[in-house]
């Protein structure tokens, strides 16, 4: 479980993040959505370290994250995994090279050992077989499955990913979807994806945390969606008039 | 600009703290080294010897021509090339050359991966990303651009009796005299300091540039022109400060 209280970041005088308190459960897919500019990029990375908040609290179960020193930090961060936007996989090396690259670093493990869990990685992302191409070789939804690949490795406890699905065509995007739930249930990680994929929302939206403005508008799972009065959260879902005219069609409001 | 400088040289120092720390696995930093001391040391090979030959050249020229007709016995064109070669256009102008080349390249791969995340995803994978990039490129220069700058000497050295001796303007017995005068071990030794000097200068201050870059394509092309400004710079700086100290009695 991950948790946040009061979390507030400025940036000079911009203050993106204002008192976000919210809990990301354990064997959950965790959605952070929100508009462009509604601060889930930055509360993502607050939440894994990568930027620290100006105040407030990131709790990894009983463990205060912000309070950590360096090495402590390190230790904690062994156990995350995250999938990036671009999927921040190393030009330099191959695909195997990259799924090993994490148990290359820290684990001590003989190679028969990396090179099976390297194989059942690239199996359960469903890319056997592409272990010597490049990341330059390969198309953009191979890449998010690589980078899921390198992300679950280390068997990690809590799994952060941003926007799975920009850039990918809307199969392979539920591919993705599929994906992340399947390895949530699995191996019962904290999920915690920042996303403004519909799709994705509706889809694999367990606990949802709608963000406006820097601060939480909204929370509640995709059951509750259709239902809820919060305007934000209707005509964040429901942008589009394709969508709004297929609501009404479907439920008559 | 200069206002911001002590703010740099903080984080620069900073950086160098992180970078040289205990490594997470020492295989990996080694394998890491061995690609970056293979990038820089072919790499740069063809340009290197390419420079030298012609600054050797040249000066054995410009030399043949200032002494003509003087006093001075014309062996000393062998003595002048080896020791301007050895004691300062190899070091100074391999470093230079290398700042452009090496340098703007490391600025540029490792702002790349700034840019594209990937220093991120390994942060959190919770590796000492400073150690990581740094370390191995400066040990990597460390060890290779010294060696480049030994053959950068020979090579001038021989550029020097190419364009000599072969059109006839010095014997070989002049060239070959020339080179053995006034042997000084300590010039040697003056070579090796201040590639070692001129290596950690042009090697970190690239790696800072791109461990720091903001992000879009305007600014990854930025730092690596001032990458290899700066690097001239405190290369020339430092060539001054090295000659003072290195030469006094």
Known sequence: ?253 | MLWRLPYHFGRYLMMLWQAFSVPENYRMYWKETVRQMYDIGIGSLVIVALISVFIGAVSGLQFVYQLDGQLIPMYYIGYIVRDLAIIELSPTFTNLVLSGKVGSNMTSEIGGMRQKEHIDAMEIMGLNTAAYLVLPRTIAALAVIPLLVAVSAILAIAGGYVATVLPGELSHTDYVRGLRTFYNPYNIQMMFVKSYVFAFILSTVSCYQGYYVKSGSVNLGKASTQAVVYSNILILLADYLLVVLLTSD
């Open chain 1, 1 to 253: 479980m991950v948790r946040i209280e009061d979390i507030y970041k400025s940036f000079g005088d911009t203050e993106v993040l204002k008192g976000i308190s919210l809990t990301f459960e354990k064997g959950k897919t965790n959605l952070i959505i929100g508009r462009s500019g509604a601060g889930k990029t930055v509360l993502l990375k607050t939440l894994v370290g990568l930027i620290m908040p100006t105040s407030g609290t990131v709790w990894y179960d009983d463990t205060n994250f912000t309070q950590l020193d360096k090495k402590s930090l390190r230790e904690v961060r062994m156990n995350i995994g995250m999938l990036f936007q671009g999927s921040a996989l190393f030009d330099s090396m191959n695909v195997e090279e990259n799924i090993r690259f994490p148990m290359d670093m820290f684990k001590k493990m003989t190679p028969g050992e990396k090179q099976k869990r390297v194989d059942y990685c690239l199996e359960v992302v469903g890319l056997e077989g592409v272990n010597k191409k490049y990341p330059s070789e390969i198309s953009g939804g191979m890449k998010k499955r690589v980078g899921i690949a390198r992300a679950i490795v280390l068997d990690p406890d809590y799994l952060f990913c941003d926007e799975p699905n920009s850039g990918l065509d809307p199969k392979t995007s539920l591919l993705v979807d599929e994906l992340i739930l399947e390895i949530t249930r699995n191996n019962n990680t904290t999920t915690i994806i920042n996303t403004h994929d519909m799709n994705s929302v509706m889809g694999i939206g367990e606990n949802i945390a709608l963000l406006h403005q820097g601060k939480v508008a909204w929370q509640g799972d995709k059951d509750h969606i259709i239902d809820s009065d919060n305007e934000l959260l209707q005509s964040f879902i429901f942008a589009s008039p394709f969508l709004r005219e297929l609501k009404e069609k479907a439920y008559g409001h």
